[in-house]
């Protein structure tokens, strides 16, 4: 009985390993097609240009529920 459950654990690691390598083996490697410039950047001004924003321009929007609330959450 032992020496069946050694063979099986034998078979069944040698399995593990062939898929294993198989696997491993199987990568391609990627090529880019073209190396190309990026088109559509621009270099924006200082920030030092731009307007300060504070809190207390800031004007929060209320925007209406248009269904009813449920109270049991």
């Known amino acids: 009985m032992k020496s069946q459950l050694k063979i099986i654990f034998v078979i069944f690691t040698l ?3 062939l898929i294993n390598v198989n696997t491993a083996t199987a990568q391609n490697a990627v090529h880019p097609t073209s190396v190309s410039t990026p088109v559509g950047f ?8 731009n307007p300060v924003v ?7 929007r209320e925007i209406p529920i248009k269904r009813e609330i449920n109270p049991n959450i």
Do not use: E, K, N, V
């Open 54 to 60: 504070s809190y207390s321009s800031f004007q929060p």
């Open 15 to 17: 399995i593990i390993l």
């Open 42 to 49: 621009a270099i924006s001004g200082p920030l030092r240009d």
